[in-house]
């Protein structure tokens, strides 16, 4: 007669089940991305909190230690047991609407080809310091108190200091920023200033904007980098508006990075609260975007004006409707800058150059009304996404995107000459 208290112990799955499980797992609306950067296909799990997540997203998690993020492999890992396969229902969807239920406005999830220190700092904010988290629902799963302090670059305000890359030279300057979203602007200081008067750089909000951007794309050693990028023109060391913006006001790149080399905690945050400034100092929609990204960056080889100039390598910025090319990464101002209007205005782009097939390997053509560009990619890939990219400006994908020469000419409108 057997006891009526015995409990059998569960056979471990097999691995037929194990995949059947992980399917129907997978399967589920919200499992078929990463859970942090909505990569497709994510391969990895994390059992201990019921979500999948993507290759890059996974080494950050594994960083954090078992202790936050139990990872398993859906390809690799043979040895599951019926619990975790039991907590992957949580999925990913139920999961966020707890760890990410008050994400700001400002802060800016990572996507699929972010940097890491964006992924990193995004999956150490949400899974460790728990700051998108929904506090009493967290508090009601796991029993336990939830203490959450309020993330400095929520206020729009910031002060501190960060390195500044001197105007083309490779030398790291530390400067002290002040950030307000109270006099719309964000300047910067030898460390011993003080006032304002002695700001090296003064740049108002509503003409900024911000990148990070990782240190080897711009054949920098070190962390990611910061970039600002704002309209510098004469009226603002002191002149008059020069009438031609393409020729005489030029766009502004300036580069920081922080002192945290090996997490990006720093930069991220100053990222995140100029993010926030402008949220409050413009009075921005909720779905407004206070930054944006470059559409595409990265090396080509351009000719001359005549078909017959050798290549030349320069360093290319796709910036909404604005084609910049320079000498180096890390030049302030570029060489040239090209507005990419619409295809009625006469803007192309066509596949190969004039002149010698054999010489035409991932070559193209940016036809604009007054000359054409010839381009080389770095590699066919290259080129094509080059192409995808500029055809996408011109036949509107940037639409409702305001570019840097249409700023300009704004602001010549605005500050017309005596």
């Known amino acids: 007669m057997g006891d009526s208290t015995y409990s059998p112990i569960l056979a471990a799955p097999s691995r037929a089940e194990i995949k059947d499980l992980l399917d129907e797992a997978k399967g ?18 994390i059992v201990n909190r019921g979500i999948f997540v993507c290759y890059r997203c996974k080494s950050v998690h594994r960083e954090m230690g078992e202790d936050i993020s139990k990872i398993k492999s859906m390809q690799l890992d043979l040895s599951w047991t019926r619990e975790w396969l039991s907590a992957l229902k949580t999925g990913n969807t139920q999961a966020n609407t707890v760890l990410e239920a008050n994400l700001p406005q400002a802060y800016r ?29 967290y508090e009601s799963q796991t029993r336990r108190p939830l203490s959450i302090a309020e993330p400095p670059y929520l206020e729009g305000k910031m002060s501190g200091k960060l390195l500044k890359r001197a105007r083309n030279r490779d030398e790291w300057l530390s400067r002290r920023l002040d950030l307000s979203f109270e006099t719309n602007s964000l300047c910067y200081f030898k460390p011993q200033d003080q006032d304002e008067d002695q700001a090296l750089r003064i740049v108002p909000l509503d003409s900024l904007n911000a990148m990070l951007v990782e240190s080897e794309t711009l054949s920098l050693v070190g962390p990611t980098i ?21 020729s005489e006001t030029k766009i502004r790149h300036i580069f920081f990075r922080g002192y ?9 945050e100053w990222y995140m609260a100029i993010r926030q400034a402008k949220i409050l100092a413009q009075k921005l929609s909720p779905t407004s975007e206070p930054t944006t990204d470059f559409k595409r960056l990265g090396w080509m080889n351009k000719k001359g004006k005549s078909i017959n100039d050798t290549f030349k390598k320069r360093w290319f910025v796709l910036d909404g409707r604005m084609l910049r090319y320079y000498d180096n990464p890390t030049d302030a101002t570029a060489l040239n800058e090209v507005h990419i209007g619409s295809s009625k205005e006469g803007f192309a782009v066509k596949d190969g150059i004039p002149g010698s097939r054999r010489m035409s390997f991932f070559c193209f053509t940016l036809v604009t009304p007054t ?48």
């Open 226 to 246: 910061l970039v600002l990028i704002y309209p510098e023109s004469t009226r603002s060391r002191g002149g008059s508006l020069p009438r031609s913006p393409c």
């Open 371 to 418: 000359r054409s560009f010839w381009l080389r990619g770095m590699s066919f890939e290259d080129q094509t996404a080059w192409m995808a990219a500029l055809d996408s400006v011109i036949s509107g994908g940037a639409k409702g995107q305001k570019s840097d020469y249409e700023a300009l000419l704004e602001l010549q409108q605005a500050y017309p000459d005596d």
């Open 109 to 137: 999830r990572p996507g699929p080809d972010d940097n890491t220190s964006l992924r990193r700092q995004f999956i150490l904010a949400k899974y460790k310091r728990k700051e998108f988290c929904q506090r009493s629902e």
């Open 260 to 268: 945290d080399c090996q997490q990006g905690q720093d930069v991220v």
């Open 28 to 45: 589920a609306p919200g499992n078929w991305y990463c859970a942090d950067c909505r990569a497709t296909d994510p391969q990895w799990a």
